[in-house]
């Protein structure tokens, strides 16, 4: 087998557990955050920028990397480790997110999507075993199922439907899969229906893939309505087998998937958020831009270890930002990747000490979420922790 699973330790408050998965490319310590690489490349980073700030696995996509440049052009080039220049692992997601948010330029068959490319407008079809054959030629370690990402919000009927198009398409993706060296994981998903996300996991957990991951989450749903869908999942997968929570990133989100029992998560966030001057600290984002930080000499964080808070003071992250240095993006970058890569390193210490309950807390304590609903929702949060109950 390419991937196997082992826990380490489990918190016994919460559902956290640290574990390793093990690889052909050598081990990844959980939980773990995946950086976003969506077309080959994290925005702004080089390789060897990833591997310093302790980045084990990546993020591709499945639909962007068929159009541009194309899959038979990764493979005739080394395939994507070598095309990229990442010795690291590598999860390709299978573009099902992407085909299903293309709205009326895709429609939807009973054995797979007709859809128009946002880049030029030519027609693809994406089948089950098309997607798996792109994903071969891609040849990332680890690979995901192709699947229905039913839109927020929808009813019961669809979301069923959609649900039940996914499980037929997992064991499409199963029967067309000829790689021993990929893993691919299976994809529950529901919409926002309890019973419709135990079904599910209960289905995909019976595949017997390597990994499951968890989908159709974090899509503009509220944070208390992604973490019910959370709660109905878990349960219902094994126990020995990795936790994918897919688009999750921010780092209260990474705190509270970590309590509820998941392993790995991706998102663009981290990347995203930097490119517009907004850094993660231990307290909350700070907007570099803004005036106070002229003259400020500190690092972005006090004691973060990333190559930018070690030789540079915010005054000279504004000046870049303010002056339009391209320079900017990447430190930025590079700081915000570090941050949450290092958050995921204190969680896995923390668990492995038995001390994840007291880490949650005193964590949600200090930090202060982006938005208005978030601070709400972690205060709810930092109230559950405290009591520190069973999830």
């Not at 490349?41 to 159009?67: C, E, F, M, Q």
């Not at 999750?248 to 990474?254: H, M, W």
């Amino acid at each position: 087998m390419s991937l196997s699973f082992t826990i380490e330790q489990a918190c016994t408050n919460t559902a956290a557990r640290a574990g390793t998965l093990q690889t052909l490319r050598g081990p990844v310590p959980t939980p773990v955050f995946m950086p976003v690489g969506t077309q080959a490349t994290v925005k702004t980073l080089a390789p060897w920028d990833l591997t310093a700030s302790g980045t084990r696995i990546i993020l591709s996509n499945t639909y962007h990397l068929y159009l541009r440049p194309g899959a038979e052009v990764i493979t005739d080039l080394g395939g994507l480790h070598q095309f990229m220049g990442w010795n690291g692992l590598i999860l390709t997601d299978s573009g099902g997110y992407q085909v299903f948010s293309l709205g009326d330029r895709r429609c939807i068959e009973a054995d797979g999507v007709m859809f128009r490319s946002h880049i030029d407008g030519s027609t693809h079809r994406f089948t089950p075993a098309s997607v798996m054959h792109t994903q071969e030629l891609l040849g990332a370690d680890i690979v995901m199922a192709f699947d229905e990402c039913a839109p927020t919000p929808c009813d019961h009927d669809y979301a069923q439907a959609a649900m039940e198009r996914t499980h037929r398409w997992a064991e499409a993706c199963l029967a067309a899969k000829t790689r021993p060296d990929q893993a691919l994981f299976g994809i529950v998903q529901g919409s926002m229906y309890e019973d419709l996300r135990r079904e599910s996991a209960r289905f995909i957990a019976g595949l017997d893939t390597p990994g499951i991951a968890i989908g159709g989450l974090s899509v503009g749903e509220p944070k208390a309505v992604m973490w019910r869908m959370v709660e109905a999942t878990v349960p219902e997968l094994p126990a020995t087998k990795p936790r994918y929570l897919m688009g999750v990133g921010s780092p209260e989100d990474l705190v509270e998937g970590v309590a509820r029992g998941v392993d790995m998560f991706d998102c663009v966030l981290p990347t995203r958020i930097a490119r517009n001057g907004a850094l993660l600290t231990n307290t909350g984002r700070l907007n570099i831009r803004n005036a106070q930080y002229e003259r400020d000499p500190r690092p972005i964080q006090e004691g973060c270890d990333c190559a930018t808070c070690q030789h540079f003071s915010r005054a000279y992250l504004r000046h870049l930002f303010k002056a339009g240095e391209v320079l900017g993006l990447r430190l930025a970058t590079d700081h915000n990747v570090r941050f949450l890569i290092r958050l995921m390193e204190r969680i896995r210490a923390a668990i492995l000490a038995g001390e994840f309950a007291a880490f949650r807390q005193s964590f949600l304590a200090t930090y202060q979420p982006a938005d208005a609903e978030a601070r709400v929702r972690n205060r709810a949060a930092r109230q559950r922790a405290a009591r520190a109950t069973p999830l």
